[in-house]
Structures are given as C-alpha cells and as structure tokens.
C-alpha cells in the first residue's frame, strides 16, 4: 500500500501533517509521528514506505515501544477511552538534527477528534564515544488512550536511516530495535510484537508497574515480526432484534369483514472489519408468517363468499461500507423479500431482489465530486412473471469561486416476460457563472433518448423518442461608481427544444426556440415600471409559426394614511400587451385596476387582539379578440390572537370574498375561509394541538361571448354553478402517562383532507368531480415495560361516503443490543 494511500484511507488530509512536519524541521519523523497519532497505524506506514523515500527525512533512530506509564517529563498527552478496557501508555523517543521546535498537529478519524503536541526536551551532552552528536535534541511523546481487547493490536518500530555509525538499542528499547544494518544503506525493521492489549499485572521486576509478560506473549518468528496475522481476532458485533405479533380486523359500511393475524422475528446485526475507518458491515433478516381471512357479502345483503390466504415473506439484507470516512467511499447494499401467500389453489405475491453498488472520490482540494453507481431490481411477480431492471448512474459537480457545474447521467434497461422492455437514456448538465458583482448566467441541458417495446398478438410494436433541451438564463443588476444597486434589473432567458418521436414507420419532429428579456425599474418607493418581449418560432413536420409579444406597465402604491385607529392603503396600476404572428394573426390587450383596504387593530383584554379589515379592487380588461370584462371585489376578514399564559395560544382567522365578474366573461364567485390554530398544555404530561381549515365556494359562471376581431361571430355558453367544500387539518391529544399508568401513553387524532360538492352529481351534474373526502378518527395506546411493547390502535374513517372501521393489536418483544 503506497504511503501516499493512506491519508485518502483514513479520512483526512495527512499530507497537511506532513508539510507542516517538514517546515518544522521534523521531517519524515515528524510525519510518521503524525501518522501514528492520527491513524495508530505506524507499523503499516513503515512497512509500506521504500528504503530510499524514508532516508532523506528520517533524522537518527526511531523507536516505539509499550511501557506500563507515561514517562514523567513527557510533552503531550492524547486521551481515547472507552469503558471496560484496559489503559495503555505508548512513548515515542527519537532524536533530530533540527533546532528544537514545537510542532501541533490537529488529525481527524472516524467518530473521534484527536490532538497531539509534539515538545522538545533539551539538548543533552553525550558520553565520548557513543556515537552520534553531542547537542541532539531529544522528543518524546505520549499517549494514553483505551481500546477493546478484540478490536486493536499494536507494534514494535524501529526504523534506522544512518549516515554514521548509531549507537546500539539502549535496553530501555527492549527486543524491539533490530540490527543495524550495514553502513549508509538505510533499514526498515519489520513488525514485531503485535499483540492484543493485556490487563495490568502485579509488579514483578520492581518498577511501579508493567505488563505481564509483555515479551513471552510471542516467539519464534513473530518475536523478530512475522506473525502480522497472529493477533487479529474476531471484531466486536452489535446485533438484536424482535418478535412481534399482530392482529388486524376491518369492516367496511357494505359489510364486508376481513381479519389478519402475522408472526415476526427480525434480527440485526453490524460489525466492522480490521478497523471501523477500514470496513463497516450491516445485515438484517425478518421472516413473517401471514393469514388472511375474508368475507364479501352477495347481492341479497345475506350470503357471501369466504376467502383465506396463507404466506410467508421473508425479507433481508446487507450493508457494506468500505472507507466510510475516506474521500473515496464504497456502498454496497443487497436487498431481498419474498411475500408470496397461497390461498386454496390461488397464489399471489411476489419475490423482490435489489442490488446496490456506488463508489464516490473527492480530491483532497474538494474542488468537485465524483459517484457512480449500479443499481439491479428483480422482481419475480405471481403469476405475471419476472421483471428485471439494470440501471448506470453517474455524477458529477464541481465548485470554484464565481462558477459551478452538475453533471448527471443514468441508463437504465427493463425487460419482461410479457415481452415489454425499454432502454431510457437521461443526461442533464447545470453551469452557473457570476461575473464581477453584477451578471449572473446560468446555463442548462437536457438529453433523452428512450425507446418502448410492447409485446402483443399481432407483433412487437417500437416507440423511439428523442428530446433535447439546451437554455440560458442571465441577470444583470448595474452598480454605480460606488458600488451600489441601481433600482434596475434586466432578465434574459434563450432556449431551445427539439424532439423527433418515431411509431412504427411514422416520425413526428418538432423544433422551436424561445427568447424573452424583461426589466424592472424602482423609480420611487411607491412608482415602478416594467417592460419585455419575447418570441416563440416553432416548426413542426415542415409548418413553421413565429409569435411576438411586447408587454409594458407601471404600479403605484400610495403612502398609507392614518384616521384616528384606522390605516387605510391604496394603490393601481396599468398593462399593456401586445402579441404578433400565429394562426390568429395579431392581438392586444389592455388592463387597469385600482385597490384599497381599511384596516384596524382592536385589543380586547389582556393576551387577546382582535384585527379587523376591508378591501375593495375594481379591474378593466379590454383584449382586441375577447372583449371587454370587468371586475368588482369585495373581501373582508378578521383574525383574533389569544395568549392564555404560557400553557396556550391560538388564532382564529375568517374571511370572506365576492367577486363579480361582466362583459366578455361573466360570473359570479363567493368564498368563506376559517382557520383553527392552537397549541394548549393541559398538563407536564398531556397537550393538545389543533390546525384546521374550512373553505366553503360557489362560483356561477354566466354564458361566455367569444369574437373574431371583426366581431362577426359569437358564441354563448350555458350557466355552470359548481358548490365545493373542503376540510383539511388534523387535531391532535397526547397523554403521555394516561390512567396514572407509568409508561402509557394515549393519543387521539382527527384528520380530514379533500373536498366535497354538495351531492352535485346526485343533482345531475355530469361534469361535477367525485366526492373526494377523507375523514378519520384514530384512538391509539402503546404501553412499554422493559423490553416489550404493545400497541392498540382503533380507527373509523369515512373516505368517499363510505364508512370504515379498523382495529389493531401489535406486542413487540426486543431481544440483544442493536
């Protein structure tokens, strides 16, 4: 494993710890420290460096070896614990050339920070005759950490890179420093003494403490390092589980009943191979036992059928991550279920298996991102056959100063046994620039190339299409000479479309290209302008058709005015279009309108306001094909805010609208909104919250005009009334100790969603939509004692007019410590 390797391996970027140990003088002692304390991987380092990278920046000689206590002049401490393991103490001495320096060192690893301080010990005279030089400093480190028994092995160094002779291993090294090797040929030693930590023994040669034979655990070859294998044993694995049991019945409104009853075991298990940052493993695997009993009533309300199934699923999977914390990630994940049920000599179900593959890379600048991926779906359905999907993706995204750009990219292939498949060709591209402070462009594309094959009697039929999308969009906000915002805006947008759409032997194309540009002028607080214009030319199969449009207006929002408690606003504004070419030839139109509201605050007592107000908006619009229409509004509203304490609060918000409509379209429109909202703590141990809305409309839409320019044709169209009313929200009381019971927990909920017409197609609307409504009524206890749960759930629903009603018992009893 090249040493240049590592630092992507362990999650963080080791080469920072190396330049900052080469301007300190360090050099390759100060890196291979560094390497230790971020990695406690040393042994790896060494052995995977050459002879003639380590030469030139190792200084003299150095060791690592176990001793019982941190020596008591050592420069830094590094603390790692967890609990039940035994303390270690690792010390590091070695000796530089360099002038004594500091050296800090902030290292990252998986789900722990670490922090090392490298200090200089005083240079010390040297006996004559020792070798080396007399004014070396000396640097010693020390740690203190706590690991698992099962989960670390540690090691022995000694590297030697002489340029002269070195004195030999000081007893104090123990057997962990090898031979020197010959002169100036530097030496990298093996591994020796990788042993899984050990309790601390009684004293037995004197000193305050040691290790229990701490040099008899290995011999033979493993004592000169060749047992890399011998003190790896199995990780540590966190796994559980459950099994439950659940009991389901329903009955609907037309009486008819079903039942279920399910046995489940589920277990989990997660583990790790040689080190957490190296390999994270993760499985599961759930078997289920399922019956099913139902009744569907005859005709005569009386007589039935029965129906009984009988199944088991069994579901399961597995996680593999390698290098989770790296810069170049690896997830594998494998998915399968099998919930296929029998009843009588009917079976139905299906067996699902899903493979997932993605590798990811990031550099160590972070400048962009790469992943790619394979994803592999079968799904074996009875009786409809086999289903298989392969799928590629890819992306791709980059980020610098001032830019960025997205790639993505997947190609997918189906088949099936009915003889349908399909291959499906997506890319797409993103890139923004910013330009200086004041342009903003962004640039997209879009690429699809899909083709359907349909299996059928007659022959296979084939639909191939193909779209393209290319577009930009610009902003442009100038600045003055000192750099401020001018109150002018410009937007552009370009874009072009084509696609070709094959069936059979006939082929549709169809090409157009789009452009629009708009501005928006501040020219007071209260004035603005607006104006743009675009084009559409579009081709089809040879047809050709280009549309203009120019567009114009300016907005006037008035100063508010005050009278004694009351604010009164006002404002209006003017449009004008204009739209050229297209099969109706030219067109323009013309658009007024005015507003105003009167509102006022009303402060009730205290914790509760009342806000009250009233608006009015008259518009005209005049359109050269259509006519002309006119429009009066009227709304009014109120909204009262309660504080009750600190335990309550809520607000009620009504409003209510009438619009009218005449001229070229008329109608007539009304609206009725409430909204509930609050929140109340009844007790420490029990709340309610409430967000309920109600909105009530009819719109009565008169006959229509519709006329040439020439006003020679008009057609009328009969009166349309529609009546809707709609509930949405959900109401919510929680208990977490209920009926004083510790460990009991009550909840009541009320939901409503969708919308109602009022029986409109019972009246004989053929053109009124269905009653769409839900409403439910859930009452649900869970009780936990230890290891065991259990759950009671009661719900009634009426869903489209149809009453239902379901109850759910589930006991849940955990086993492990997943």
Known sequence: MPPALLPE???????????????????????????????????????????????????????????SRTPKKSSAKLRFRERDAPPLRLALTYRLTETPRVQNLDVREPELRLSAILGLDKPKKRAPGRGGQDDLPTIRLAMEYRLDERRSSYAGVTVLAPSRPLPPASPRQGNNAPANGPPGVPVIASVANIVPPQRRQPPTDGRPDSFAANTDRTSGDNAQGGGLISGWEIPPIRWGGAHS?????????????????????????????????????????????NVQASTAPGTDGISGTDNRSVGTSVTGGGVLQMFPASRFPFVATLDRSDSTTAGGEVQSGNVS???????????????YNLSGGFDHSTVVSIPQGGDTVNAFSGTYSSSREGEGLNVDGRVSQSEQQTGNSSQLINLSARRNFIIGDTVRLDANSYYNDNTLNYGSDSGPNSVHGRFLQLGATGTWRPQDEDGE?????????????????????????????????????????????TGGGGFVQQSTSGTSVLIT???????????????GKFS???????????????????????SGSFNHSLSRGLPLWEGHNLFLTAAQTASLNQDQRRGSTQNLSHSAGGTWSMQLGERASGNVNLNLTDSVSQGAT??????????????????????????????????????????????????DKAPVVTKNFNTTGSATYRHNRAFGISGLRYGLTFTASGSKQEQARLLGDTSARPDNSTRSLENRFDYRIGLLTLRTTGTINNSGGRKNALLFFQAIRQFGGY
Not at 507 to 521: D, E, K
């Open 245 to 289: 049991y659940g009991y389901t019945t329903t009955r609907s409104g037309d009486g008819a009943r079903s039942t279920g009853q399910s046995l489940m075991t589920t277990v989990s298990v997660s583990s790790f191979i040689y080190q957490p940052w190296y390999a994270l493993v993760s499985g599961s695997l759930g078997i289920a036992r």
């Open 568 to 590: 009164y606003f006002w404002g209006g504004g003017a449009n004008l279009n204009y739209q050229g070419g297209g099969a109706n030839g030219a067109n323009h139109a013309q």
């Open 9 to 67: 391996i362990l999650g963080h970027d080791a080469s920072l710890s190396a330049n900052k140990c080469r301007r300190s003088g360090l050099g390759a002692a100060g890196l291979l420290g560094g390497f230790f304390v971020g990695g406690l991987i040393l042994p790896v380092v060494v052995l995977g460096a050459s002879a003639a990278s380590l030469a030139p920046e190792v200084g003299l000689r150095l060791s690592v070896a176990l001793v």
């Open 353 to 367: 298996t899903r493979l997932g593959l993605r590798q990811s890379y990031r550099p160590v600048e972070g400048t």
């Open 666 to 715: 008329e109608s007539h429109s009304r609206f009725l909104n409430l909204s509930l909202m609050g929140n109340a703590q009844a007790s420490h141990q029990s709340a309610l919250s409430a967000n309920l809305g109600f909105m009530w409309s009819t719109t009565e839409q008169g006959p229509g005009r519709q006329s040439e320019s020439s006003g020679a044709e008009v057609m």
């Open 549 to 563: 449009t120019m567009n114009g207006g300016a907005s006037y929002t008035g100063s508010p005015l005050t009278f």
């Open 485 to 529: 915002d001018l109150p002018l805006s410009v937007n552009g947008t370009l874009m072009m479309f084509d696609s070709q759409t094959q069936l059979g032997s006939t082929t549709v194309q169809s090409r157009s290209l789009m452009g629009n540009a708009s501005t928006y002028y501040t020219y007071s607080p209260h004035l603005t302008f």
